[in-house]
């Protein structure tokens, strides 16, 4: 059995793990380790960035594009092979996290995206295709107070979502002066409960002391010996309140222009679209940024895949978007098991002045928004979930009690002896640790499929016919291989950025007419251009996997001609053609 130890080390040693990590664990091992079973503080998030930087410095240059109201910087992170040309010249992704602050996994699914596309890009023909023609622009948090206040401070896992400059949520004139308070000092906000024997509106589960159940009306004057207190906390500022008036109060996804109301109507949207420092950075880096063709925001949770539109009276979106949009949100079920692909206002709930819903209404680019998590995937094909106390179930069975605060007596200055006590910040709307590397691998892949979705234009076919009298026609085929439009209908309709161009030009020729045919098989069927045929502006771009017939009429001693395609979208095609 030695010999054999001996031949297995040095087979071992002669065979040293390959580079890139492209989701199989044997025999390959990544340039940069990143530990994925836990979250990352914003200092600890934007290092691991910078790792990457660091160690990919031709690919990946870091700017800071505005700072919060507490003055931490807003980083975008640019993936772009300078060798193929300038990110700007490629059809781009946006995507970001953490628009919500206590929505902390989305800032790790923005790394992880561009950590697999590093690795993998040497290794892989898809992957470095992709990254070679396109570009990456990564946001890790547009929300950075927030995470960094859900990280550093007292929390529920819903607390710490909005920024955190001052906010009146109470009206009372005063600003986060009645925010919950953590009574024990362990660093979470939990529940408070009383023991009132006879007099409770709950009662003990026999099977579980840590769950109350409420007693139902009765005739026979039955209570419990427990009351519900809410949340940790003091009425601080004396109103007869508790909690009513936390830290910040402003919701950076209500913030955006298309289908902006006021607070009002959509509490947090502020006095007006952009009015937010952060929202308004990342508007102008997106605006400045035209050649961005899909867009992806992370949020949490619920296990969604969703798209606008955000109000039922926004209507519907562009039949022709529809068609991307659904095959895209199709095949990202398929990839995300538990997650639903569904419409923001009908399968969710009204979102006015959205991100995404900008992202296409405004800026006529395909958008999502994914809610990280589903709590279903705790139970794998859910066929053996408990019936009921089912959280309690996992965490002591997987967890091993970790997650849940066990009940315990403290003295509060209203309400006398007391207990607090419940689930930690962070269980619920993030997984546990075992589960986070399985949720952040999935999203990235969703997002590359929408990468590989973006416009890539071809010029499929060029043919010169000979009329009489030295005049030419010109037959040029441009073809969009992928899914989205190098236009959405969207844009096309309302006019949103640059139209496409198809040109054709050469020494010593006159171009005469020119336009875009209507029929494959009768050529003289065609909409010449009124004015400057040589160089034709189409408004409606090249659609999904579409093929736009185009028609010259030249003439001239000229043997050569350049035929182009130029979009805000997609890369610049150009074609040498004889002409005899």
């Not at 990202?332 to 692909?341: D, N, Q, S, V």
Request: hydrophobic share 35%; charged share 25%.
């Amino acid at each position: 059995m030695e010999w054999l130890l001996v031949m297995t080390l040095a087979l071992a040693q002669s065979t040293p793990p390959q580079t890139g990590f492209p989701g199989t664990p044997v025999g390959h091992i990544p340039k940069v380790e990143i530990a994925w079973n836990r979250f990352y503080d914003l200092p600890e998030l934007y290092a691991h960035f910078d790792r990457l930087a660091a160690a990919y410095p031709t690919l990946v240059k870091s700017q800071v594009i505005g700072h919060s109201i507490e003055n931490r910087e807003i980083r975008v992170y640019t993936l772009n092979d300078p060798a193929t040309g300038a990110d700007t010249e490629k059809p781009a992704m946006w995507i970001d996290g953490n628009v919500h602050g206590n929505e902390v996994q989305a800032g790790e699914a923005v790394l992880y995206t561009l950590w697999y596309l590093l690795e993998n890009r040497a290794t892989n023909d898809d992957i470095g295709r992709l990254v070679s023609n396109s570009a990456f622009y990564f946001c890790p948090s547009q929300n950075p107070d927030g995470r960094a206040h859900w990280f550093g401070k007292a929390h529920d896992n819903s607390s710490s979502r909005t920024g955190v400059q001052p906010w009146d949520d109470d009206g009372d004139g005063r600003f986060d002066e009645d925010p919950p308070n953590d009574l024990d000092g362990d660093g979470m906000i939990t529940q408070m409960r009383k023991y009132v024997p006879g007099q409770g509106t709950h009662r003990q589960d026999p099977d579980d002391p840590r769950v109350l159940t409420p007693v139902a009306p009765n005739d026979e004057g039955r209570k419990g010996d427990w009351i519900m207190l809410g949340e940790e906390g003091l009425d601080d500022d004396g109103d007869g309140r508790v909690n009513e008036d936390e830290v910040g109060g402003y919701d950076m996804n209500r913030a955006w222009p298309s289908m902006w109301e006021p607070n009002h109507v959509q509490y947090g949207a502020g006095p007006f679209p952009l009015y937010w420092p952060e929202p308004l950075s990342v508007a102008r880096f997106v605006l400045a940024h035209p050649n961005i063709a899909a867009l992806q925001s992370f949020h949490n949770a619920g296990g969604m895949i969703l798209r606008g539109p955000g109000a039922e009276s926004y209507g519907e979106y562009e039949r022709a978007d529809i068609r991307v949009f659904d095959e895209l949100g199709k095949t990202g079920e398929k990839m995300l098991p538990f997650y639903r692909y569904m419409v923001i206002w009908k399968d969710l709930y009204t979102v006015y002045g959205g991100f995404a819903t900008w992202g296409y209404e405004g800026l006529g680019i395909i958008s999502f928004t994914n809610e990280l998590w589903s709590r279903d995937q705790q139970w794998g094909d859910g066929k053996n979930k408990p019936e009921s106390t089912d959280r309690y179930f996992f965490d002591d069975k997987l967890l091993a009690g970790s997650g849940f605060v066990d009940w315990h007596p403290i003295d509060h200055p209203l309400y006398g002896k007391i207990e607090v006590g419940g689930w930690r910040k962070d269980v619920g709307r993030v997984p546990p640790t075992f589960m986070i590397e399985e949720m952040l691998h999935r999203n990235a892949m969703f997002n590359i499929e929408h990468a590989k979705a973006m416009p890539l234009v071809t010029i499929t076919d060029a043919t010169t016919t000979a009329l009489g009298d030295g005049l030419l026609a010109v037959d040029v085929v441009f073809k969009n291989l992928h899914a989205i439009p190098t236009r959405t209908a969207q844009a096309a309709k309302r006019k949103i950025g640059v139209p496409d161009t198809l040109t054709i030009s050469g020494k010593d020729i006159d171009v005469l007419a020119g336009g875009f045919r209507t029929d494959r098989w009768r050529p003289e069927r065609i909409q010449l251009a009124e004015r400057n045929p040589a160089r034709l502006v189409r408004e409606a771009g090249i659609g999904s996997r579409e093929e736009v017939r185009v028609r010259w009429f030249v003439r001239g001693k000229g043997d050569r001609a350049v035929v182009s395609w130029q979009g805000e979208k997609g890369r610049d095609q150009s074609l040498e053609i004889k002409l005899r």
